[in-house]
């Protein structure tokens, strides 16, 4: 499985209507890539699998300033994680899996909001709910995984 970071281009963007689920929005990308739509853009916030010429799964890593950093100590950059998807045909080959080893590599903090479910999963990846009362309070579900180093701020 290789995973590649995907371009902004209207192929790719062809491709994530595949992704899109009646009725779950946030598992939709396709709002992301036409707002950040650049023809072949290779800094592009996705990544993906491909299976073939089929991509199979993808997943968003945004890059968050550290000035925005209530998380880690010392504050820092990391990445917000969201819109993991693998297609139903996929599912339970570690895909996912896969996709969340490639954004550890990047070196840098990692935060996500489990969906209702998913906590096994964020735990068997390495990540450690937060109990951070302003996030919290937004209705958030965090994890974070941390890179050696890299320590919790007190919450």
Excluded at 56 to 83: C, G, M, T
Aim: charged content about 30%; proline content about 6%; hydrophobic content about 35%.
């Amino acid at each position: 499985m290789q995973v590649e970071r995907l371009k902004i281009n209207y192929k790719t963007l062809e491709e994530f209507r595949k992704f899109q689920e009646y009725g779950l929005q946030e598992l939709s990308m396709l709002e992301d890539l036409e707002a950040n739509l650049i023809e072949n853009d290779s800094d592009s916030p996705f990544y993906g699998i491909r299976k073939g010429e089929e991509l199979v799964a993808r997943i968003s890593l945004y890059r968050i300033n550290k000035k925005y950093d209530p998380f880690f100590q010392p504050a820092q950059d990391y990445f917000e994680l969201w819109k993991l998807e693998v297609l139903p045909p996929y599912r339970g080959q570690h895909y996912g899996t896969a996709l969340v080893e490639h954004a550890k590599t990047l070196g840098l903090p990692i935060k996500t909001n489990a969906r209702r479910g998913s906590d096994d999963f964020w735990l068997k990846m390495g990540f450690t709910p937060v109990n951070y009362n302003p996030v919290r309070d937004r209705g958030e579900n965090p994890y974070v995984w941390l890179p050696i180093g890299v320590q919790l701020r007190d919450a």
